[in-house]
């Protein structure tokens, strides 16, 4: 019998991911900024059937909590886990502030065990690339403090792991420059991470078709977290459901084992009992 992503008793119904004992069937996460409006935001979570959303604390400090929490209205809060993260901040010390900040705002949202913190910090704003040493720093002090955190970082695998040592529950490596739709650039790197990391390898940035969601996930990523691509599709409801498809596939691919790369044809036939 063929077993297939529907069936309950397949392996990635039962294969959850887990961060800092919380666990999540849904490995795909999404933002929530660029979209054209907030129904459309909705209705792409929605269609994505992602289980954390990551929201710019800085975007919400301009506005109460109240309306941070209509950001994405109708939505059932009890299935999805909210990360605020440090987007905007171009030093460590910014992104611990934006931290505490966000950490409070989703306690006022009733997330009062929440502790998740997307960490971001970046000075460079014409690539978007990530302080390496300033993510560090951040993170030290922040994981000291009783914080989740999930360091937004560049493909290195030596600032990977010195992360991992500090205490953080994932590393989120870029796959490209963020909003770029390249995919997954740095794809050395990202083996190298994945082949070291003893926590979930989330992939950030760059994903820009369900594709390169699939490619990620079938190297051995935990998940991906996709923006852009959905918030600025023609669709973004169908994109986000097609990034759902393509997470589910690389993942499912990724634990059926796949074949290696040969140079040599092989026939998918039997070559026993010709007829000569």
Same mark, same amino acid.
């Given at each position: 019998?063929?077993?297939? %992503?529907?069936?309950?008793?397949?392996?990635?119904?039962?294969?959850?991911?887990?961060?800092?004992?919380?666990?999540?069937?849904?490995?795909?996460?999404?933002?929530?900024?660029?979209?054209?409006?907030?129904? *459309?935001?909705?209705?792409?979570?929605?269609?994505?059937?992602? /289980?954390?959303?990551? &929201?710019?604390?800085?975007?919400?400090?301009?506005? *109460?909590?109240?309306?941070?929490?209509?950001?994405?209205?109708?939505?059932?809060?009890?299935?999805?886990?909210?990360?605020?993260?440090?987007?905007?901040?171009?030093?460590?010390?910014?992104?611990?502030?934006?931290?505490?900040?966000?950490?409070?705002? !989703?306690?006022?949202?009733?997330?009062?065990?929440?502790?998740? +913190?997307? %960490?971001?910090? +970046?000075?460079? #704003?014409?690539?978007?690339? #990530?302080?390496?040493?300033?993510?560090?720093?951040?993170?030290?002090?922040?994981?000291?403090?009783?914080?989740? +955190?999930? #360091?937004?970082?560049?493909?290195?695998?030596?600032?990977?792991?010195?992360? /991992?040592?500090?205490?953080?529950?994932?590393?989120?490596?870029?796959?490209?420059?963020?909003?770029?739709?390249?995919?997954?650039?740095?794809?050395?790197?990202?083996?190298?991470?994945?082949?070291?990391?003893? !926590?979930?390898?989330? !992939?950030?940035?760059?994903?820009?078709?369900?594709?390169?969601?699939?490619?990620?996930? /079938?190297?051995?990523?935990?998940? !991906?977290?996709?923006? *852009?691509? &959905?918030?600025?599709?023609?669709?973004?409801?169908?994109?986000?459901?097609?990034?759902?498809?393509? &997470?589910?596939?690389?993942?499912?691919?990724?634990?059926?084992?796949?074949?290696?790369?040969?140079?040599?044809?092989?026939?998918?036939?039997?070559?026993?009992?010709?007829?000569?």
């Amino acid at each position: 019998m063929i077993q297939t %992503l529907e069936t309950k008793s397949s392996a990635t119904e039962l294969d959850s991911l887990l961060i800092d004992n919380k666990q999540f069937n849904s490995r795909l996460m999404l933002g929530t900024g660029k979209y054209r409006s907030f129904e *459309t935001a909705k209705k792409s979570i929605l269609s994505s059937g992602c /289980e954390i959303l990551t &929201v710019a604390v800085r975007r919400a400090q301009s506005s *109460t909590v109240q309306s941070m929490g209509s950001l994405i209205t109708g939505l059932d809060w009890s299935k999805i886990w909210l990360m605020p993260n440090t987007a905007g901040c171009q030093t460590a010390q910014d992104s611990i502030r934006v931290s505490f900040l966000g950490r409070e705002i !989703v306690k006022h949202l009733g997330f009062e065990d929440n502790r998740f +913190i997307k %960490l971001e910090v +970046i000075p460079d #704003p014409k690539y978007l690339l #990530p302080d390496g040493l300033g993510t560090l720093l951040a993170a030290e002090y922040l994981v000291s403090k009783n914080f989740t +955190i999930l #360091p937004y970082i560049n493909a290195d695998p030596i600032l990977a792991k010195q992360l /991992e040592n500090t205490g953080c529950a994932t590393v989120m490596p870029l796959g490209s420059p963020i909003g770029s739709g390249q995919g997954l650039k740095n794809l050395a790197n990202i083996k190298i991470i994945l082949e070291n990391s003893r !926590v979930p390898v989330i !992939v950030d940035a760059g994903i820009g078709s369900p594709s390169q969601a699939a490619c990620a996930m /079938e190297i051995g990523a935990a998940g !991906v977290l996709v923006n *852009t691509a &959905v918030a600025k599709a023609q669709d973004s409801p169908q994109m986000a459901y097609a990034m759902k498809l393509g &997470v589910k596939s690389g993942r499912a691919a990724f634990l059926a084992g796949q074949i290696k790369s040969v140079q040599s044809a092989h026939p998918s036939s039997t070559t026993n009992g010709l007829l000569v």
